[in-house]
């Protein structure tokens, strides 16, 4: 496998299964709900369509690094494993936002009476560029949190994973419970533009760090300081 073409195909193929239950699941959700609109029973809910397909991204590194060990085993790299990987992530988030918002307009244009929340009206644009790019932003950092949680317990074990997270977590308790977040309130919900273009840039790096981890991964799950200090030896 010393072509780009190999790893492309079998990653597209690892995540298109779990692409198409979600799409479909996406599917019958925007059925009922408008369903439910010409029945007259959901005027005053606000129902969300994008759970499905913002979820599936956080799991995909988790589901479908079992291609790692395929693509090294038929002679491909970590570089071609990764590559295929943000490349497959990339081709099916576009098709996520495009299946959202084409779901959106058809609810809009055949039901006044249901109200489909979507992120981008927060914004307070009509502008369809931006409901596309908030729905890109959100997809594609969920993808890059999965990727470098599990690059992260991948190359360093269960052990530190969860030490770090541990850590993170209290520090985050304590910021909220002692420290004053209003200013993250307001970016959130007064500027969630310019919010969700922070979290396009955070993805830039955690999906950068991932990269860097894994060109030195080892062939399996393991703690790497300690298989560094094997390899020492």
Request: glycine share 6%; proline share 2%.
């Amino acid at each position: 496998m010393n072509t780009f073409t190999g790893p492309f195909r079998l990653m597209m193929r690892e995540m298109s299964l779990t692409f198409y239950i979600n799409a479909a699941i996406t599917f019958v959700l925007f059925a009922f709900y408008n369903i439910l609109g010409f029945m007259g029973v959901a005027d005053a809910g606000v129902f969300i369509l994008f759970g499905p397909l913002f979820i599936v991204f956080l799991i995909y590194p988790f589901a479908n690094f079992s291609g790692y060990k395929y693509i090294l085993s038929l002679g491909g790299t970590r570089k071609q494993f990764v590559l295929a990987l943000y490349l497959t992530a990339f081709i099916y988030s576009i098709s996520s936002v495009v299946i959202l918002n084409l779901f959106y307009l058809i609810t809009n244009n055949i039901n006044s009476t249901i109200n489909l929340l979507h992120l981008a009206e927060l914004t307070s644009s009509s502008n369809w560029l931006v409901y596309l790019w908030v729905d890109f932003c959100w997809i594609f950092f969920l993808f890059s949190l999965g990727m470098i949680v599990k690059t992260i317990w991948f190359n360093y074990g269960t052990v530190l994973t969860l030490t770090v997270a541990t850590l993170l977590l209290i520090i985050g308790t304590i910021i909220v419970v002692f420290g004053d977040i209003s200013w993250l309130l307001e970016v959130i919900f007064m500027n969630h533009l310019q919010f969700v273009t922070s979290l396009f840039g955070i993805s830039l790096v955690f999906l950068l760090s991932s990269y860097l981890l894994m060109q030195n991964a080892p062939l399996e799950k393991s703690d790497r300081l300690l298989w560094r200090q094997k390899k020492a030896y």
